[in-house]
């Protein structure tokens, strides 16, 4: 897909949009972000318009917007019914696609099966927030299916970039790596995990903005890389230049201890997550995983040393793993 168009981002600055802004202001889009614009930590690109407003408050939105139509509207920060519904009112007739970020968290937990695909049903007693998108699908279904509102339904996976690091700790597990100190896996760290880095989803998404196919479809985007969690903690701890020590802890556990991380690991991480991308590279051919983890990792850490003022420990996680393998050693 080579023709401009008018595409509206509403958010723009998180690790998806920032990325798929940029692919398509590179492709030659005329590009509009619509945000608060208080976010620094993606820049957004010299050749964007940007409009300020509140997402969440339909008279700052409209106006921001006032009248405009677009070929695209992108939307990034809606998480409930609400948010989409109010999208489709105020878009309805003004808009060519209204593409609507999911997530594959949203399938079924546990997966009855592997791979993924855009049939697996959508399930997850665990994790409201999945919940919550699955609703928010539900609603963009029935919106195509009485009222011909052009809907896209994107379900990424865990999309990372240089300032996000995908461990339960984050940054407080590479301070610890690098203080000698053991660190926590979920689980016994062989279930795998897909990782894909925002480069490569804006790929996908970009080529699916516009396309006429796509009207109506739901597509899982998240590439083919697919390596174990110890693999992830490994390649982690020796882009921070040491050989990592891992402690490896029940996901029930580990929720009990810290029910704050629960949802997230229950209703997602613990299960091995492989997901078949035929569907989107039968529309966008180029789509493919062109950075695996190991490279990745390398990236996240030349990135946070470079900002040490991004290197959050986090003193109660950094309580909790010493607990957690205090308890695993015990057993």
């Known amino acids: 897909m080579t023709a401009t168009k008018r595409i509206l981002f509403l958010g723009g600055s998180g690790v998806i949009s920032a990325a798929t802004v940029q692919r398509a202001v590179e492709a030659g889009h005329h590009v509009t972000v619509l945000n608060r614009g208080t976010t620094t930590l993606r820049p957004l690109p010299d050749d964007v318009r940007r409009l300020t407003g509140d997402l969440r408050d339909p008279a700052s939105l409209d106006a921001a917007l006032g009248g405009e139509e677009f070929d695209v509207v992108a939307q990034f920060m809606a998480f409930t019914t609400e948010h989409v519904a109010a999208d489709v009112e105020r878009f309805d007739g003004r808009v060519g696609q209204y593409v609507f970020i999911s997530s594959a968290s949203a399938y079924q937990k546990p997966p009855s099966r592997l791979p993924v695909t855009e049939s697996t049903p959508l399930r997850n007693p665990f994790w409201q927030y999945s919940r919550d998108k699955a609703a928010c699908e539900d609603l963009l279904v029935a919106a195509y299916r009485d009222r011909g509102f052009p809907a896209t339904i994107i379900r990424p996976s865990h999309t990372y970039d240089r300032t996000i690091l ?12 690098r203080a000698g100190k053991p660190v926590v896996v979920h689980g016994d760290g062989t279930s795998l995990w897909t990782l894909t880095h925002a480069k490569d989803v804006a790929v996908g998404l970009e080529g699916l903005l516009g396309h006429p196919a796509a009207t109506g479809e739901a597509f899982t985007l998240t590439g083919d890389h697919t390596p ?33 991380h629960g949802p997230g690991l229950l209703g997602d991480k613990a ?36 900002h040490p003022h991004y290197q959050d420990v986090d003193p109660a996680f950094d309580a909790l793993s010493d607990r957690l393998v205090a308890h695993a050693r015990a057993i």
């Open 166 to 177: 995908p461990t339960t700790g984050g940054w407080t597990d590479v301070a610890r790596m």
């Open 228 to 260: 174990t969690w110890d693999q992830v903690y490994t390649w982690l701890g020796q882009a921070a230049g040491v050989e990592p020590e891992l402690v490896h802890v029940a996901s029930e556990t580990i929720a009990l201890a810290a029910p704050e």
């Open 271 to 306: 299960h091995s997550m492989v997901f078949d991308n035929a569907k989107v590279r039968a529309l966008v051919p180029e789509f493919r995983t062109t950075t695996t983890y190991d490279e990745g990792a390398v990236e996240q850490i030349a990135w946070f040393d470079a």
